[in-house]
């Protein structure tokens, strides 16, 4: 009869104790064109985070910092629960269970900039030259590393010096002294200089992304994803001239679409491949059934659990880093199992366009001296997706 009585006190008191709801962490990362001590950055986050508590009705914990590589190994641990951040760090949450819900209003171009005098007005124009960069983990050195690793370049040997500054107005400042020939920066900030400094000129454009978004940990209710996107995008018009001083400006709606190309630029192998050939799944199909073979460089669990019929596994072996400037001398491969002849046509697949493994395999046969060398750089997705077979099994 105690027992039931204390059981039934337990129920009675959790019908009265209103519902505690869970703890929200929020992240909140500047780009280092702004000052993360600053009493008046600070004061507009901390109101930031205390309406959202307001508007979700329930208690959130801010996470305030600048330290972009620090925010990017939490984020792989999935230890926020919602990410504010310059444009580069949603790119990567996206990559570990993360969804983007809002963005910036505004985009920015990342240029590079350099004097008139110096007569440049093309990226490889700059080649040869040394640059100045803002802090390596900035959206704009994101941008630009991403744009080279797209072009198969390395910043390192494209330029005779490459150097980092721990801010944006260092950069021009470093390129106005005479400390570099191009410096890298975004648009709104070269805008700021250059009718101060009539002799600075844009040489190139790179790309267009936004300033920054919004990202929400996918494990989160459906429901309360919703609301915080709401939180997020419509906010008083008080709170979004606020917004506009820590540069997040007005907040719209979003999604994946909106941070693709800087979720994928760097992330992914280069877009080209000299002395290689890059393939669609349509096209490997027929080199196949014309006696080509098709190596797929993958782990050899990954190739059982599915791969192209007809694929050789010919597993490489990858120590090296995910960058175009890599020592292959780090890395495993027997190139003893590939063709004798090396004019033989050859093709090398993974696991798609992410894929480092078939990018590394065919450059190795590039070197090695094969003539005819087939990159599947988009790889097992894109033969999926055009709705060809798969076998599994050694």
Wanted: aromatic residues 8%; glycine residues 6%.
């Amino acid at each position: 009869m105690r027992t039931w009585f204390v059981l039934a006190l337990v129920a009675l008191l959790s019908l009265s104790t209103p519902l505690v709801r869970a703890e929200l962490v929020l992240n909140v990362t500047l780009d280092y064109d702004l000052d993360r001590n600053h009493v008046v950055n600070q004061g507009i986050i901390n109101d930031m985070a205390r309406e959202l508590g307001a508007r979700l009705g329930q208690p959130v914990r801010l996470v305030m910092t600048q330290n972009a590589e620090r925010v990017g190994e939490r984020i792989r641990t999935g230890a926020y629960d919602i990410v504010v951040a310059p444009a580069q760090l949603v790119g990567l949450a996206m990559r570990y269970g993360y969804t983007p819900v809002a963005r910036s209003e505004k985009s920015t171009r990342v240029l590079l900039v350099g004097k008139r005098s110096a007569g440049m007005k093309s990226l490889e124009a700059t080649r040869g030259k040394s640059i100045v960069l803002p802090h390596r983990d900035s959206l704009v050195s994101e941008v630009v590393r991403g744009e080279f690793v797209a072009k198969g370049l390395s910043l390192g040997r494209f330029y005779n010096r490459v150097t980092h500054v721990t801010s944006y107005g260092a950069a021009l400042y470093a390129l106005e002294v005479g400390q570099a020939d191009v410096a890298a920066v975004k648009q709104e900030v070269f805008e700021e200089w250059a009718p101060r400094n009539p002799e600075l000129t844009i040489v190139a454009t790179l790309a267009e992304v936004p300033l920054a978004g919004v990202a929400v940990k996918n494990a989160l209710d459906d429901a309360l994803k919703q609301r915080i996107r709401l939180a997020f995008t419509d906010v008083s018009g008080k709170m979004q001239a606020r917004l506009q001083q820590v540069r997040l400006h007005t907040l719209d709606p979003a999604d994946t679409a909106d941070f693709t190309y800087i979720s994928e630029r760097g992330h992914f192998t280069p877009e080209v491949l000299p002395g290689a050939t890059i393939v669609t799944a349509e096209q490997v199909k027929s080199l196949m059934a014309q006696g080509v073979p098709l190596y797929d460089v993958r782990r050899q669990s990954h190739y059982r659990q599915g791969h192209i019929p007809g694929a050789i596994n010919l597993t490489y072996e990858m120590n090296s880093p995910k960058e175009v400037d890599y020592d292959d001398a780090l890395d495993r491969w027997d190139v003893s199992r590939l063709p004798k002849d090396k004019n033989q046509p050859v093709i090398f697949q993974c696991n798609g366009a992410e894929c480092w493994y078939s990018y590394k395999a065919a450059r190795m046969a590039i070197k090695l001296g094969y003539k005819k060398v087939y990159w599947f750089r988009t790889g097992l997705p894109a033969w999926r997706a055009a709705g060809y077979p798969i076998e599994q099994g050694a």
